[in-house]
């Protein structure tokens, strides 16, 4: 369930509240153009700015438009474990197929807090769990043998790995059983990652083009890594502007570039640079996007 290329969608605003109709215009943009799965709440979803109501709205609406088409994955990380907890099991029983955990932030655990972290959401929900090591937003990297020990427990099913360290993913995968998921939290680290071992991707730019990263991940998982390596150049240009400023500043502007999206952004993110906006418009239209 948990491979390929799932999309790390972003939640639309208008005049400051959740725009659930561009939200499901935007979901079945991601499922007719061949996601594999979509990941609501994430960081690219700006969750960390979401009220728990508008948090349960987003989730429960990714799960009502994707009605069964692709697993809907929820974000339900926080630094509060207390948090965690209640927003997991709300995301089961709306219909969830799996949450995904970061590594709290600003708390910095230490190994048996972390480890405790998991095995209490663990406890509280049969929900899979998918953890997520993301150091330049967390301040804390979780370690491979960290991420071992809480493999271990029954319901953490995989990883999204962010680190862009593949020596680091390698001894996680060499570590963990063998139907441990882990995906890769960077796009532009896909290629190589599956090469390893890894399943596929967690990302950003499958927001714009859904097809052409469910594509390359087809094509390395399996093996035709001439087609792979194509597609991987060819979306390197998008994968890095992408990143010109704070995910998910760059993607919102690029689908209202697109006309999908206001590109509403929740303080404390900004607009984009008028520079880069025009760097990015740039790069779309090379790519053909607009």
Known sequence: M???????????????AFDEAAYRELIDFQIEGGIHGIVSCGTTGESATLSHDEHHRVVETAIEQAAGRVPVIAGTGSNSTRESISLTQHAEEAGANGCLVVTPYYNKPNPRGLYEHHKAISEASSLPIIMYNVPGRTGRNMLPDEVARSAELPTVVGI?????????????????????VVLSGD???VLPLISIGGRGVIGVASNIVPGKMAELCDAALAGDWARARELHYELRPLNKAMFMETNPIPVKTALK?????????RLPLGP??????????????EAGVI
């Open 272 to 285: 984009m640079s008028e520079a880069n906006e025009e760097r990015l418009a740039s790069v779309l239209k």
């Open 160 to 180: 999204k790995e962010a680190t862009g360290d593949l020596t680091q993913v390698a001894d996680v995968i060499a570590l963990c059983p063998d139907d441990f």
């Open 2 to 16: 948990f491979q390929g290329a799932f999309t790390a969608i972003v939640t639309p605003f208008r005049d400051g």
């Open 187 to 189: 796009d532009f680290t």
């Open 257 to 265: 570039l697109m006309g999908r999206l206001t590109g509403e952004l």
